[in-house]
Each structure stands twice: as structure tokens, then as C-alpha cells.
Nanobody, 117 residues
Framework: VQLQASGGGVVQAGGSLRLSCAAS????????MAWFRQAPGKARELVAA???????SYTDSVKARFTISRDIPRNTVYLQMNILKSEDTAVYYC????????????WGQGTQVTVSS
């Protein structure tokens, strides 16, 4: 199983980006898919997660700005990021399968998001 993340880039503060992460391989839909991020010099943190019941959770700093969504049959997860701030600058990783605070069984390769002020 491989997770392929895409959609990162450079955007000005206040702008938007949409990240995508698709799983390849013949697998059953994951129970939970999530996005993590790691900024330089900081620990990796859980940004948003969605389980197969559609229940979502977000870290406080992104609530009302980021939206996670899933295409469960295609094992794809998205992260719509609006009103981006410089502190959102980080490498974003998708993770799936028994996701907990430190991650899941599977990880994507990471995609860089840079927000310029």
C-alpha cells in the first residue's frame, strides 16, 4: 500500500490550497485517514482526521479554516486549507489505518506548504 500526497506549494497569507492523498493497491477502505504536519524545528502534529463514519476532528489552530474530506471507496483524502497563515508553513503528510495521535500504519511522502507573509 502506498499513499501519494499532492497539492502543496507556495501561497500568500490569506490564500488557499487543497491537498490530496490517494492510496494505491487493492485494499479495503481505511477506517481513518488523516493529515499531519511538521514545521521546521517542531514535532509532527495531527492536523485533521476523518473516520469511516464521517466524524472529523481538527487541531484547534486550524478549526474553521481547514476542512478534511474523504472519498472512501477510492481511499482518497483531501485537505482544503483556507485563510492560510505563515504558521501553517510545514511539510504535510497523509496517514491512514488505525490513526492515532502519532500517526497510522501507512504514510504518504509529504508535500511542502509554504505560506508567505
Amino acid at each position: 500500500v502506498q499513499l501519494q500526497a499532492s497539492g502543496g506549494g507556495v501561497v500568500q497569507a490569506g490564500g488557499s490550497l487543497r491537498l490530496s492523498c490517494a492510496a494505491s493497491g487493492k485494499i479495503l477502505p481505511f477506517d481513518t485517514m488523516a493529515w499531519f504536519r511538521q514545521a521546521p524545528g517542531k514535532a509532527r502534529e495531527l492536523v485533521a482526521a476523518e473516520n469511516d463514519d464521517g466524524i472529523t476532528s481538527y487541531t484547534d489552530s486550524v478549526k474553521a479554516r481547514f476542512t478534511i474530506s474523504r472519498d472512501i471507496p477510492r481511499n482518497t483524502v483531501y485537505l482544503q486549507m483556507n485563510i492560510l497563515k505563515s504558521e501553517d508553513t510545514a511539510v504535510y503528510y497523509c496517514s491512514a489505518g488505525d490513526v492515532g495521535p502519532l500517526g497510522g500504519r501507512f504514510w504518504g511522502q509529504g508535500t511542502q506548504v509554504t505560506v508567505s507573509s
